[in-house]
């Protein structure tokens, strides 16, 4: 994902049972607790907080691993 992300882009990510897509909720640029995990986050390695639009769900995920619909 060369692009910012910036919340409220739709994007899309491999899921456990294939392709999942929702709306990128937060940029996390601290460690925190996001998603019902532990996240080691920092300004120069972001990670997202996305929401699925199927489950209404929420993960984190590195910028690398979600791609802008």
Avoid at 38 to 61: I, M
Wanted: glycine share 8%; net charge neutral.
């Amino acid at each position: 994902m060369a692009d910012e992300l910036k919340k409220g882009d739709e994007v899309t990510w491999k899921s456990h049972g294939g392709e999942a897509e929702g709306t990128v909720e937060k940029k996390i640029t601290s460690e925190t607790h996001a998603a019902k995990r532990d996240v080691k986050a920092s300004k120069d390695e972001p990670q997202y907080l996305v929401k699925s639009s199927k489950s209404g769900g929420e993960a984190v995920h590195k910028p690398e691993a979600l791609d802008k619909k």
